[in-house]
């Protein structure tokens, strides 16, 4: 078979770049115009955004590979910061992994926390309904997920204030060493010994999911380190993230204030309204895979050991999977086959719980609160590659 | 489109071989002479079995020929009778079966590993042919104790070559070694697993390590079940719409659900990743999912409405929905 290749667009533009950090999507725009591949030459990185070839390189998992690091920087010529994780691996070893942590996480397990999950969220908005405004991020967004999830994984009080900044560290080492790597690095070593310590069988309680996963060393299948990696993957991977997820959804949500009343008439809509948020408005935007063997895609030859920068927060936006109202809310919208949580082999474990943690703040915060609209212009977070608002005051009306 | 509740059809055996050890295959053809319905690959045949037993038969013939249907059928001694009153039957003799069915449709991908454990192989073979005919990647492994136990292992490989067939006989090599089979996943690849429970099991497990979605699986002793019900069409209420639908046998509960425009928050869509779970308000469900534990499927409290389905016996299931 004789395949047509051409060479990639090349891209003079930087998706790092401040400009493009803080309002990502007419550049995302731009790049899917491009063609189906690009090549950048800040990174020197291969780009996908369309929805196709995104999926493509997601589920093939054997030509686009995880061992060489989601960064730019092939961690398996150059050691990374730090041992590799679930995310940086691929079978054999990913497999004996993922299936712990499946093991562990899945309807059932999830489905007991619904009922710890709850009054958290009754008191956060509770108090916050009293007022007529507040800053959904602060107030709201960053406080739930610390306030829940660490106790589900079950981590000692001591330290939890290291999480925040130590998924800063691992999120945005996914992008370039450039200064906002730099910023979220300082202090690093601290942090990162403060998670590990945490990860350890003796600091877990003995019900949560860190207890979960170390029982799996004693069936034999995985090790210590990596019951301490799959502890530490779920506090990295399961804190910003949510935090994120909730803060963008509330971004959608006051803007469109008809999608609000009508959650309020049916708040089982909840879930389809955070699904439609998480497409329109991904938290985890882009990472990078490893080209294993030479391979052509969308026409493009791309060498073995180049990097392909997969842009999962435009493949939500991309028209020819979403139609033309692809950069809108639609509440009606089936957003499912959406790739925020990723897809195939290394699709987010942890997505139950993170679905469970919006739905139940989104309810509860529907339930007291009759109307919410912005109250200023939300200030985007910089970060290398995750998606959101540092700021995102909001006025509302009690019900 | 499908049969409708109950429909049947007047058969007759046509030839009846024994196959292996306790298998024998039989040959159906429909008594006016005409030509089946189309079926596709995983489907199979309610067998009125006498005393009001029915069985549901995966058919092993190929889809490409209608004029007659074939299936193969495991004696187990220990069973309600329905497998000994198949083994009873002759040549020539009238059988009321149904239009054949499907519960476990092949998906198409770019690789399929198929993974038999002893009569599990029947609804495979048409799956192999279907793989082979549209050039696939693919292989079959298909365990059993010995090989005189395992139908059709000998024509299977005869016809597509040791490359593609293994035969594991736990006589000669032991049982299948699951750990070698799938602790390699592959992109694109998905595996379509029949056999006895505890293989299921098993793989299930393996699987986890697997892309959500890559397993499918059939349980060939349908749950404990083994009545002609779980296969019928069956209601199901909404109950916060109070809407109620039919669900055919073509179709799953969600896809009937979405057919009236009620939303279902789903993702794989094959019982893998649990995002489709619903609670049960009344009803017995029949569980096909491979996430939810045992405990789960005893408290009957939830079900995944993308692959699962009503019991036999429960013609409504009422979901808060």
Known sequence: MTVITHDASVLGEDPFDTANLLDPYPFLGRLRDAGAVSYLESTGSYAVAGYQEVYEVLTDFETYISSGGLGPRDIRKDSGWRPPSILESDPPIHTVMRRALTGVINPSTVRALREPFTPPAVELTEQLAQRERFDAIADLAEKYPLRVFPDAVGIPDVGREHLLPYGNMVFNAFGPENYIFKQAFAQGDEHAAAVMRNCQRENLDDVGFGAQIWKRVEDGLITEQQATLLVRALLSAGVDTTIFGIGNTLSVLARYPEAWARLRENPKLAKFAVDEALRLESPFQKFHRTVAVDTVLGGVHLPAGAKVLVFLGAANRDPRKWGDNADDFDLHRNASGHVAFGMGLHQCVGQPIARLEMEIVLQQLLKRVAAIEPDGAPAPILHNVLRGFESLPVRITAA | ?321
């Open chain 2, 1 to 321: 489109m499908s049969a409708s509740a109950g429909a049947t059809i007047d058969a007759v055996v046509d030839q009846v071989d024994s196959v292996a050890d306790q298998v024998v295959s039989l040959v159906l053809r429909r008594a006016d002479g005409q030509p089946f319905q189309p079926w596709q690959p995983g489907a199979h045949i309610d067998v009125h079995v006498g005393d009001g037993l029915v069985r549901q038969y995966s058919l092993c013939s190929s889809p490409d020929e209608l004029d007659h249907l074939r299936i193969g059928v495991l004696h187990v001694p220990d069973s309600r009778g329905g497998s000994k009153a198949v083994h009873a039957l002759l040549a020539g003799t009238p059988l009321t079966i149904s239009e054949p069915r499907n519960n476990f449709p092949m998906r198409d991908s770019r690789r399929y590993l198929f993974l038999a454990g002893g009569i599990g192989i029947t609804p495979l073979i048409p799956m192999l042919e279907a793989a082979e005919a549209a050039g696939k990647e693919w292989t079959l492994v298909y365990g059993g104790r010995s090989r005189n136990t395992m139908a059709f292992a000998q024509q299977l490989e005869d016809r597509y070559g040791p490359d593609r067939i293994r035969i594991i006989a736990e006589d000669e090599a032991g049982r299948l070694d699951l750990d070698q089979i799938l602790g390699m996943p592959r992109a694109h690849m998905l595996v379509y697993a029949c056999g006895p429970g505890g293989l299921l099991g098993a793989v299930e497990e393996r699987c986890m390590g697997w892309p959500p979605g890559a397993l499918h699986t059939e349980r060939f002793v349908a749950s404990t079940l083994g009545a002609a019900a779980a296969n019928a069409p069956f209601e199901v209420e909404l109950a916060r719409t109070g809407t109620t639908v039919t669900v055919p046998n073509d179709k799953t509960i969600l896809e009937a659900v979405e057919e009236v425009g009620v939303r279902v928050l789903s993702s794989c869509r094959g019982g893998l990743c649990g995002t489709c779970e619903t609670q049960i308000i009344s009803g017995e469900p029949e569980h096909r999912d491979a996430v939810l534990s045992q405990e789960d499927r005893d408290a009957g409290e939830v079900m995944l409405v993308c692959v699962s389905r009503a019991a036999a016996g429960c013609p409504r299931l009422v979901l808060d929905l």
